[in-house]
């Protein structure tokens, strides 16, 4: 589909503008799907205030949803109203973790459709030259840590009137990538072991927080005799006095906005570690787009190099790639349902059949269908 297609992408704000620029560049036409016209570009595209609106959606080659997480299933839906054989990409998460059922269940009503979920992190080309890194550089050895932070402030943004993830908290930003990242360096089945299993007792502490839902947290889970740790926080250093970064994070500078995204792997001999971008340092205001950096440190000392890996532009490669191929695997919402039992330990009363049972896609089971499970209302 690159260099040839239509490509409309619903909801215009900033990730929506985000991936209209990528499309555009790949040489698909974009249109707009968005009810505010203030939000048009420029210069102006076909546009509509809604579906309903759309002359013919099989004129649509990809539907890209950035609209709120919260309105993800109905737009799905709708699409899926006017074409049952819809292409769909969706910003992650694909759904609220209330709803991977019956999000599911639509997907299975309609198996003419093929729906993609955004995940550059699981396209990072970055990720998987560290991982032949590792392989090379401490043969042998197996992994003893995997750690990721993924960490941002977030305030200015909401403050602008981004949108609030007030169902997930944090987990809504960048834990799916998280996860994404570690499916690069733990084998496949402690991998899926890990997405489906209980969070261990003890494993997770996050930072309440009355706007955001959540604003920080920290999971330290063995899998495998893998010590995986995971830490995100959407406050910058607001965190700090409930919630602090882990220590050995310290050692790496952040970029404007307090952003700092860190894959850092442990052998016994070595420690390797990806700085994503955007980097930071001393000029970190000037920030150097898709460049990213990995340092190697080992007893004869420390060692930087850099990989150059656009991470959109990659992952909308991929994702049209798998929407025009022959068959088209169903979205694997693993990373979903690890965040919903996350949540379901945060709020234990919310906890239920929705959590548990899951096909092979990692998609939950009709059992969970009645449950009501709703992070919003405990907080409240």
């Not at 990720?127 to 960490?151: D, N, Q």
């Not at 089945?189 to 920080?216: C, K, N, Q």
């Not at 700085?275 to 990213?292: A, I, K, S, T, W």
């Amino acid at each position: 589909m690159t260099g040839r297609g239509h490509a409309c992408v619903v909801g215009y704000g900033s990730v929506g503008r985000l991936h209209a620029r990528a499309l555009a560049d790949l040489g698909l036409t974009v249109s707009v799907l968005d009810p505010e016209p203030s939000r048009l570009p420029d210069p102006p595209v076909t546009w509509w205030r809604s579906i309903g609106h759309v002359p013919d959606a099989r004129d649509v080659d990809v539907w890209v949803v950035c609209t709120p997480t919260h309105t993800h299933l109905p737009v799905v839906a709708s699409v899926l109203a006017r074409d049952a054989a819809a292409r769909i990409v969706v910003e992650k998460p694909a759904c609220r973790a209330a709803e991977l059922a019956e999000f599911t269940d639509l997907l299975d009503a309609r198996p003419a459709a093929r729906v993609v979920v955004m995940d550059q992190y699981r396209y990072a080309s970055a990720l998987s030259s560290m991982a032949r890194l590792v392989a090379r550089e401490a043969p042998g050895e197996p992994i003893r840590a995997l750690r990721v932070v993924f960490a941002k402030d977030r305030r200015p943004d909401v403050a602008r009137g981004r949108f609030v993830d007030r169902d997930h908290g944090v987990f809504g930003y960048e834990w799916l990538h998280m996860l994404a990242a570690l499916g690069h360096f733990l084998p496949a089945t402690g991998y899926d072991a890990y997405l489906r299993g209980p969070v261990a007792p003890g494993a997770l502490r996050v930072a309440p927080d009355p706007e955001l839902v959540l604003s920080a947290a920290h999971e330290r889970t063995p899998v495998g005799g893998v010590e995986v740790e995971l830490f995100s926080t959407v406050v910058g250093e607001g965190a700090e006095p409930a919630l602090p970064r882990p220590a050995w994070t310290r050692d790496f500078p952040r970029a404007i906005g307090e952003r700092q995204r860190l894959v850092r792997v442990e052998t016994a001999s070595a420690h390797f570690t990806a700085e994503l971008e955007p980097l930071g340092g001393p000029l970190r205001e000037q920030v150097r787009r898709d460049v990213h950096r990995i340092t190697v440190r080992t007893p004869a000392g420390d060692r930087r190099l850099e990989v150059v890996d656009p991470l959109l532009r990659n992952a909308w490669t991929g994702m049209l790639a798998s929407l025009s191929a022959a068959t088209c695997p169903p979205p694997d919402l693993r990373t979903l349902h690890r965040i919903a039992s996350l949540i379901g330990v945060v709020w234990p009363r919310t906890a239920d059949a929705a959590l548990v049972g899951a096909d092979r896609a990692g998609r939950p089971s009709r059992a969970g269908r009645e449950s009501v499970f709703s992070p919003r209302q405990e907080s409240a």
